[in-house]
């Protein structure tokens, strides 16, 4: 089987970086300007790395699928940014941080990338901060900090529950900035449908307009994918309605390898489904498991109101199971259990698929101010959705899909297996292995797009011959023709099944098969019903409309078609994967408490998937994983 | 609950529009308004006709892509919430509801419900920064910021960028939006050095654009969706009374 080299500097970890800062070739300052450089996504990852190569003075062409750049995904994230300031005092360093994040990872990621990340947290924060970030300040008007899951230091920075928000509104208005200097120029409203490979070499993309319909081809010395992550394969989840896997997915069928699909993360408290109609999962925050208390009925199918079931009926199943963490266990293993009870017939709602969230006992014990005063923001937000108060009755919560830590394998220089195509943020898969700490997704993008990226991609300019290219070349015409095909393939189906109907019946797959528990017969099923539901959206999808001008109705069932073949690799990486780990959890493989168990002997490595054409198995790359630093151990909260 | 439904209908930015009836049947109170218009969709989408166009991203009121004018108001009937936090439960059976677009010349109609609002970028672009390269910043701790001015920096800051408050507005003036970002950054010591020419710029190329003039009716915080208030606006015009002393020495 061939293995994977990711390129890592040698020597001590914590000089790796320096010294291939050092190494690196550069661009000259004149030359810079010459090069045109593609970036797909204006999210923390996208809106960073653009910014930043147009302040260096490169020619950048920005794409993103919204109306301005501004409102990527990334603006919903709210809890808040890592970084290892130890400005507390409180023992944090970037070697803690570093520790912290790969072990969170359940020893699934590169300890090269993670420690990297790790120094870069801190530059981070001042960059942010010089940009007029409004980050939250104490009373002696200091950068102040929260805590969050998987570390015993107060490292979090944020802006109250909109640190996303603002952290993407700073990097979009240095982008902004670049516009106004005309070394970014901005392509909205665009989606990327293919990949375009010149002599193994990734030179363009093709796009569609979706205000026009019209497939463009734009050209370049190296093309940048910041698209996020595939979240949405799963139909309910708590991204973005139009977030996606197709950049990241058609970029695959051109020859970038994809590593561990099947690490995806659930978030324990989420607001659980009312009905069918259901577009998104609203997310509620984890910090509310500082005060609230999980539990069920005690009996199977007691239906009684929440303040009826009296004490001694009741299963506060997390503490009695954990009692030392608690209802504080990490998202994993909340979420596992949550999805336990209500398999059990023990969950409550009306559909029976939530658990209670409940705060009688904290406002008991610091009364309604003080939890108005600590959540009052999300208490609101979840009376507006569920018309319920919460001060009076329980929260209903259930877990969701939430994060994606699978994505394009990509080297230590964030490039891909197609020389010129780099991958940041969410859609790469480097930073987290198999298991996303809270805070760290914010930093990741961040680190990638102002720090990582454009001294790597200098490295790759300066020393590849990059002939002048047009849009003209017989590759450019031939991803275009493709794009047009597929485009009216869906077109042509003229079903009587909406698109929505194929994605919720995937996400229903996916959720049930290759969700919080899988198996090696769940695996079996789901990879035995994708193809067949596959065969039946393109036999009968309904999408209607014309292909030149604004269609929703076409972009969405794109994007649909891509999750069908998607879902496929993701179920087979969950299947080959016999371990359970992170956010993997395979029932096969467990301690006899019932915990995560990792087979470090057969599955210390990423697995990297080459696309061998439609219908074929795809081909298992390995790529290592040597932990020099931390050394692996099972995890436990009991 | 069943629902009458008069919705803008427009093929193109050149097209002439109309209003269009729709039957919304089966209505869940608790649908958001959002998730209503894709029961309406896919509807039409079963019988192979044109779902209406409509933006929307995030669904949980922070991205600004939703843009929908509700029986007359911006992004609906409850304070302080985007159209897509809005719920099926604000109606009732029977009711009729008129759906439209922003209008302002500043936000011409892409299609249906979708508008094109790429003028607030260009505003944006013309000065709403601070203008510092990635790397070299110094660190975050080096200048201590008041809570009191973190927190008013804040509620500016919150801005989504939704445009509600040019689509209410008798002169469709985009004060309220530009307010917004002035003020963020007027209050921060990052953004002193440019905040003269900031403010002359942004102003300026809001012009441009066709936006109307301020003439302080309130409709636009009254629709704001994260309830910024209108002393924003006059910090444009001290800001740009600032501008003008600064030039002048
Ligand atoms: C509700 C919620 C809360 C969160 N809270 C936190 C938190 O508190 N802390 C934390 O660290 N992380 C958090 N996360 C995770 C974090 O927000 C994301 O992982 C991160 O923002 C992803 O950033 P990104 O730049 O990689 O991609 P995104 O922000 O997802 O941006 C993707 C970009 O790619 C563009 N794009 C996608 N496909 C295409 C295509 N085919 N063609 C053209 N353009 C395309 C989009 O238009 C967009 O501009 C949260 C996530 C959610 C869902
Ligand atoms: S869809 Fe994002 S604010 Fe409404």
């Known amino acids: 089987m061939p293995q994977l080299d990711a390129r890592v500097p040698a020597g001590p970890i914590a000089g790796k970086w320096d010294r291939h800062k050092f190494e690196m070739k550069l661009v000259n300052p004149a030359n810079k300007r010459k090069f045109t450089l593609i970036v797909v996504g204006t999210g923390l990852a996208g809106a960073s790395a653009a910014s930043s190569l147009g302040e260096l003075g490169y020619n950048v062409l920005s794409f993103c699928i919204q109306d301005s750049p501004r409102r990527a995904h990334s603006i919903a994230a709210q809890g808040g940014i890592n970084a290892a300031k130890n400005y507390q005092n409180d023992g944090d360093s970037v070697y803690r941080l570093f520790y912290d994040t790969v072990k969170g990872g359940d ?419 789901a990879l035995a019903e994708i193809p067949k539901l596959r065969e039946e959206f393109w036999h009968d999808v309904s999408v209607p409309g014309a292909p030149d001008n604004l269609n929703q109705s076409l972009e969405y069932a794109g994007r649909v078609a891509d999750y069908l073949d998607f879902a496929e690799l993701l179920a087979l990486d969950a299947q080959h994967r016999r371990e359970s780990c992170g956010g993997h959890f395979r029932e096969e493989s467990q301690t006899p408490d019932g915990e995560a168990l990792r087979d470090d002997e057969h599955f210390s490595y990423v697995a990297a998937w080459e696309y061998t054409g439609p219908g074929q198995r795809p081909e298992l790359h390995k790529e290592p994983l040597v932990f020099d630093e931390v050394h692996p151990t099972q995890r436990s909260y009991k | 609950m069943r629902l009458k439904l008069r919705i803008w209908r427009q093929a193109g930015p050149t097209a002439p529009g109309r209003l269009e009836d729709y039957a919304a049947d089966d209505i869940s109170p608790d649908m958001s308004f959002l998730e209503m218009l894709d029961v309406v969709n896919e509807g039409l989408v079963r019988q192979g006709k044109d779902a209406i166009a409509f933006d929307s991203d995030c669904r949980e009121g922070i991205c600004g892509m939703c843009s929908l004018v509700v029986n007359g108001v911006p992004h609906g009937p409850d304070r302080g919430t985007t159209v897509c936090q809005l719920h099926m439960r604000r109606y009732k059976d029977g009711d009729t509801i008129t759906i439209e677009p922003w209008r302002a010349r500043a936000f011409p109609v892409v299609k249906d419900l979708i508008v094109d609002r790429s003028a607030f970028d260009r505003i944006i672009a013309a000065g709403g920064y601070v203008s510092v390269n990635a790397g070299g910043a110094p660190d975050g701790n080096a200048i201590p910021i008041s809570k009191a001015i973190y927190e008013q920096a804040m509620d500016s800051a919150a801005c989504i960028g939704c445009g509600a408050c040019v689509a209410a507005c008798k002169n469709a003036s985009a004060h309220l939006f530009m307010g917004a970002k002035i003020s963020q950054l007027a209050r921060l010591p990052q953004g002193q050095v440019e905040r003269a020419s900031r403010v002359a710029a942004m102003v300026h190329q809001a012009d441009a654009e066709g936006f109307g003039s301020c003439s302080n009716e309130g409709e636009c915080e009254a629709v704001c969706p994260k309830e910024i208030p209108i002393s924003n606006i006059a910090r444009i015009t001290r800001e740009l009374v600032k501008a003008v002393w600064r030039g002048g020495e």
């Open chain 1, 107 to 525: 020893y699934r990621s590169r300890e090269a990338n993670v420690y990297r990340l790790a120094q870069l947290s801190v530059n981070i924060i001042d960059q942010c901060v010089a940009q007029g970030v409004p980050f939250a300040r104490d009373y002696g008007g200091l950068l102040d900090n929260r805590s969050f899951g998987g570390a015993q230091v107060s490292r979090t920075f944020y802006a109250r529950g909109q640190t996303g928000q603002q952290l993407l509104l700073g990097a979009y208005q240095s982008l902004m900035r670049q516009v106004h200097h005309e070394t970014v120029t901005l392509f909205p409203r665009r989606e990327m449908l293919d990949l375009v490979v010149v002599d193994g070499r990734a030179r363009g993309i093709v796009v569609r307009n979706l205000k026009t319909g019209e497939i463009e081809r734009y050209a370049a010395d190296a093309v940048i994918l910041a698209t996020g992550g595939y979240g949405t394969a799963y139909y309910l989840s708590t991204n973005a309605v139009n977030s996606n896997v197709t950049a990241a997915w058609r970029a695959h069928k051109r020859g970038a390898y994809f590593a561990n699909p099947c690490y995806t993360q659930i978030h324990p408290t989420c607001i659980p489904v009312s009905g069918e109609h259901q577009s998104k999962l609203t997310l509620m925050s984890e910090s509310l498991r500082n005060d609230g208390r999980v539990w069920v009925p005690r009996k199977v199918g007691d239906r009684r109101p929440p303040e009826q079931i009296p004490e001694d009926e009741r299963d506060y199943y997390l503490e009695r199971k954990y009692p030392s963490f608690g209802n504080l266990v990490p998202r994993d293993v909340a979420s596992r259990n949550a999805k336990q009870v209500c398999d059990d017939g023990r969950g409550v709602g009306e559909t029976g698929l939530a658990v209670y969230l409940d705060f009688a006992d904290a406002i008991r014990r610091i009364g309604i101010e003080g939890i108005r005063d600590k959540y009052g923001n999300l208490f609101q937000m979840y009376q507006k959705i569920t018309d319920e108060n919460p001060y009076e009755t329980p929260m209903r919560i259930y877990p969701a899909i939430h994060y994606t830590m699978g994505g394009l394998w990509v080297d230590y220089n964030l490039m891909s297996t197609i020389p010129g195509l780099h991958v940041l943020g969410e859609a790469n898969f480097s930073d987290h292995g198999a298991n996303r700490l809270g805070a760290s997704a914010l930093m990741q993008g961040l680190a990638d797009g102002y720090f990582v990226i454009p001294y790597t991609i200098a490295d790759y300019l300066a020393s590849t011959p990059l002939p002048k290219i047009s849009t003209d070349h017989d590759a450019f015409k031939q991803a275009s023709d493709a794009a047009q095909r597929q485009i009216n393939a869906l077109l042509d189906v003229k079903g009587t099944r909406t698109i929505r109907h194929f994605h919720r019946a995937l996400g229903r797959i996916l959720w049930d098969d290759v969700g919080m528990s899988r198996t090696a017969e769940s695996l079996t099923r």
